[in-house]
């Protein structure tokens, strides 16, 4: 293990990353036992290092509802940058403790304690930094892949086979077993058609598109797509090796830009109920999107669900993700002038939100209830079949309450879905996440989830902006922060063709990390 720790961090860098970690002296104010109460809360201030990791914990001697410890992140001005709430520790409820990565920007943390409803009282402050090289708990996370099954056949020579059939999914799964994976999330999804034999709930690829105009690779999606069911044979030797398997399908993807053919990729049900897509104030479509305020773009999508459940996989990974940024992006509040969302804003306040000035909050919360009722009712069928949903979101989704993406600014309940256990889990970040913004879901997270519910960080394997592969060093540095961070869930790597593709390189030195715990 000690030839992976300098693989990873270099001689050089070791002495750097392999120290102990180091307490923080507090101001005097913070030893023995500290009070707060209502409108007198205690706090004080603390120089921290841009880019390091910090443990902040704090005992609560008493048992007062409403008391609380939190870090409040500044920059050297002292502008608010992030509050993390400390989290009572499963095994000690009355520590707690938050954990905090700070940007290039942050300088300083402003530690305080409170409470809300009488005198409280509070011992072992302690503000510790911790160094990477400390961190040795790897094997407790769960170790996820993400098999888009379209890109593995697209490309398969790049992973030295003509096509990717019955033959290559069952030397993933066996290598899946032999390399410690927990589990894979297998995507269904070719935008807006499926790559599954659907009973008539989806669009199969390459739908009405003649084959002759499909470049090479996409024939060869067909072609696959003709001779067996890549789900099914995937679900059968995932269990064969022991590895779960999700059935990931995006949510709002349903098309893509094509230089020559309109509408390609997008379901046989949206081109006949445009309606479904996403409008703005004037009527215009954003295609690749899905308004679930409109009830046949709902019970499209949990017909989807019931055919799938039959496949007998562990469960569900419904994501957000989306390429309709390629026709166009929503600021903030330009989509979501839907028929169904207009109806019901003028049922509930008398306005035509097309033509008449409206409050945007109460737009905001209508455009809320079409997704959040998929939720509900996705949620109902698969834990009704006994399997788990597993909701993929963006990075910084849990922070500030929205959806992002092709919905801008529209708020999404997760915690109020995750409170009712609607949601097994969550996957936070669609593309890169930061060790920052990883910190930031983790703490907003860890407030409301459940036992058993977990957290689950995306990391990126390919970067498209640099057209290479993160190295080993890369993805094994950003996978000690989430160890840092311990979510309860685990890391989802995008994607598994990355993996296979340099599997030496690569695949062989992460799951190490997973194995043995960094040791």
Known sequence: MEQLRRF??????AAAFWCGAAELKLPESAAGTVSAEPGKPFSCVVEVEPEAFYRLEAEQNTAAGGSEMSGILRSAEGRWLFQYFGIPESEAPRRLVAKICTPAGGRKLEIRLESSTGQAEFSGVRLEKVERGEIR???????????????????SEKLGSPSYAEKEIAHFFRLCRERGVTGVFWRISVHGQVAYHSRGAATVFPGPVPVEQLDEGRRK??????EIDPLAVAVREA??????IMIWMTLSDEA??????PDFCMSEFQRANRHTMLMDRRGRVLPGT????EPEALQYRLAMIRELIGYGADGFYLCTRSHSHQFGSDSGDDYGFNPAVVAEYRRLYGKDIRTEEFDVGKWRQIKTQGYDRLLREASALIHGAGQKLVLGVAAATLSNGTILGNYGKTPFPWEENLRAGRLDGIVSGQYMVSDYFAS?????????????QKLFFWAQVYHYGM??????RELLRQAGTFAFLNPGGGVLYHEAMNFEEDEAGLFRPVSEFFRTGGE
């Open 440 to 452: 930031r879901e983790y703490n907003r997270f860890s407030l409301v989830a459940k036992p058993g």
């Open 467 to 472: 057209c290479r592969s993160f190295t080993a």
């Open 290 to 293: 899905m308004c679930y305020n």
């Open 239 to 244: 269990r064969r090796n022991g590895i779960r």
């Open 8 to 13: 990873i961090f270099g001689t050089a860098a």
């Open 221 to 226: 999606v067909a072609a696959v797509l003709g």
């Open 137 to 155: 708990n790897g094997a407790s996370m769960e170790f996820w892949l993400n098999m888009d099954y379209f890109d593995e056949v697209y490309y």
């Open 256 to 261: 893509i830009l094509h230089p020559s053919i």
